[in-house]
């Protein structure tokens, strides 16, 4: 357990001081060292975030797992009204930030854990009863349409889908026929679908992915122009500092397209070790996973591991064009307070649950000779050696 911590933490570090380095290159030409500053502010932030995170009994969230997913909805009710002071603005169409004095915040990013978390302690809860339709899909499935509506309100598809795929999984991981699932999840998918035919600006996007090169002038511009970027900076890259598709020809380029300015800076080789970073760091996860001392501590290593990875995979997979533009940031490494705390707060859970892991278990045979256990077993932990 404690390589994986190890692992885990120097990978996460490692993204982090790469994100740093990575953000004052690509935006020191327009505004110095403005983004690094405020970045630096987060990620002490996120550390404190993180740290506090590792240090309570990740137990604790069972307690707070509701008053928490109520919170996070009661936050994405109200970005969604015309608040008087300005404190929420429609910005490139969406309405998914409350704007304070000097700082934007997305209550999507504390809904994404806040989701996690209740999910965990309803898989925890209803263990036994989850390979049936009514307490395996019914009424997770209702909590889950609760936060992604709102999400989708925003409207904000990229996060709903990441959302939908980590809650879809942690059902199935918990027990939940596949016989029972795909129904809802292919109504998702038409629902989803029929949203996008009536939506024109996500239909072009749709359509520049499909023929990148027809619309490259159009909607497809930025994906093209990272492309480039990407193609540019070869095995070794370009050096640090000297990219040019920041200068004006990747609009995103310090936030979700950061990852094509770090292909031109330091080539395909960098590019692939921040691949391999996110992969280790997911094998960390499910390993912490594998050896909780419960089925909560399990749930929960499983989500925010999925989140994290999903995330990521999502994000490198529009910058080289393998998925359409989704707007999702490149954790620990993009611009952006919200999901740099998020993403940290995960990683400190982790450690929470590594710390406690195999302590106090209860094996399978007790939980179902006594009733009333004092804390269930988990059926997926590996036995203590």
Known sequence: MRVAVTILAFCVAALLGLGLVMLYSSSMTQ??????????????????????????????????????????LFLLVLVL???????????????????????????????????IIVLAWYCDRFHRHMPTFKWGVLFPMGIIAAMLA?????????????????????????GVRWKFIIPPVLLAVAGLAVSIIHDPMRMRRIFSWWDLEQHKDGVGYQAYEAMIAL???????????????????????????????????????????VVV????????????ALHAREMFGTMLATGVTLLIGLQAAINIGVVTSALPNKGLPLPFIS?????????????????????????????????????????????????AT
């Open 31 to 72: 505004v110095g060292a403005q983004y690094l500053k405020s970045q630096l502010v987060w990620c002490a932030l996120g550390f404190i975030l993180c740290v506090a995170a590792t240090s309570v009994d990740y137990e604790v969230l069972k307690k707070a797992a509701w008053p928490l997913f109520f919170f996070a």
């Open 81 to 115: 009204l015309p608040l008087p002071h300005g404190l929420t603005k429609k910005i490139n169409g969406a309405h998914r930030w409350f704007i304070l004095p000097g700082v934007r915040l997305q209550p999507s990013e504390l809904g994404k854990i806040a989701l």
């Open 150 to 174: 709102l999400i989708f309100r925003e409207p904000d598809r990229g996060t709903t889908i990441l959302l939908a795929a980590v809650s879809g999984s942690m059902l199935l991981l918990s």
């Open 231 to 273: 193609g540019s900076g070869g095995w070794t890259g370009l050096g640090l500092g000297n990219g040019r598709q920041k200068l004006g020809f990747v609009p995103e380029h310090h936030t979700d397209f950061i990852f094509s300015i770090i292909g031109e800076e330091l080539g395909l080789v960098a590019t692939l070790l």
């Open 277 to 288: 970073a996110f992969v280790v760091i997911v094998f960390c996860g499910i390993y912490i």
């Open 335 to 383: 611009y952006g307070g919200s999901n740099l705390l998020a993403m940290l707060t995960c990683v400190g859970i982790l450690f929470s649950v590594a710390r406690r892991a195999n302590q106090n278990t209860i094996s399978t045979a007790e939980v179902f000779a006594d009733e009333t256990p004092r804390r269930k077993a988990n059926p997926f932990a590996v036995p």
